[in-house]
């Protein structure tokens, strides 16, 4: 099944890997696929979060339909524009990627606008006083988590009435990098040329891509999963040395 790999267009990348794996997160509340479809309505609002090492990466879909399922809920969507869609940064560091949103997206009967912010994980603290101070997540809302300070914090969130819902990493990254290609044309991107400096550059893949291929996941750590035709995926090679390490050592040679 994985010794099939097709190299064909080998240098074909996803703008957002970080992306890719946090809006999967959002799908687990979808009760058509996950293991909530037991579940008529799930409540708003929904959010999934990527705890790394060094950032926390968020996702959180906004309703933009008019249907309101309760006062809460309109109440709850108000103080979210408020506090964290009427603004692209927070604070020194925290940065809400406008131009990686997805519109017009169809989630559990909803439809909204799935939204990406990035802050470092020392921040994480502060990101919690707020969302209690606030009222941001009322009682009974579900954050479908993963990374490793999904661990770390779920106590945390469990003082916010949260449930907290850790699901594994490397799934959601696959599955996520299968939902934004669909649902959005100029995510995907190759390089014409890739080893001339001269006239290297980056062109939008206007085609389908399907499994197999490899993905190469760089963050605190590499991983390369291969991806099969069925979408399972196993690790094929990696390092625990990311692409900080890198940077460090390349800084001190030069």
């Not at 009222?135 to 969130?157: E, I, M, Q, R, W």
């Not at 990493?169 to 959005?184: A, F, P, R, V």
Request: proline content about 4%; glycine content about 8%; charged content about 20%.
């Amino acid at each position: 099944m994985f010794s099939e790999i097709n190299f064909i267009q080998p240098w074909i990348g996803v703008r957002n890997f970080a992306q890719a794996a946090v809006i999967k997160l959002i799908l687990q509340l979808d009760g058509k696929i996950t293991i909530y479809q037991q579940m008529n309505h799930v409540l708003m609002p929904w959010f999934g979060i990527d705890i790394g090492g060094t950032l926390v990466k968020l996702v959180y879909f906004e309703p933009t339909d008019e249907r309101v399922n309760s006062v809460p809920e309109a109440e709850t969507t108000r103080k979210i524009r408020h506090y964290l869609l009427s603004k692209t940064a927070y604070g020194d560091s925290g940065v809400r990627d406008v131009k990686l949103q997805l519109e017009d997206q169809k989630i559990n009967g909803r439809t909204g606008t799935l939204h990406f912010i990035r802050f470092p994980t020392s921040n994480m603290p502060g990101f919690i006083a707020l969302t209690k101070s606030k009222g941001l997540a009322p009682n009974s809302s579900t954050v479908c988590a993963t990374g490793g300070g999904a661990h770390k914090y779920d106590s945390a969130c469990q003082s916010l009435s949260l449930k907290f819902k850790k699901m594994d990493e490397l799934h959601t990254l696959i599955s996520g990098i299968q939902y934004i290609l669909k649902h959005n044309s100029l995510e995907a991107f190759y390089y014409t040329n890739p080893l001339d400096n001269e006239t290297c550059k980056s062109e939008f893949l206007t085609s389908r891509v399907d499994p197999p291929y490899l993905v190469v996941n760089v963050g605190s750590g590499v991983s390369i999963l291969a991806v099969a035709e069925d979408h399972s995926f196993r690790r094929v090679s990696g390092t625990r040395f990311g692409f900080f390490h890198f940077y460090f050592e390349f800084n001190l040679l030069c």
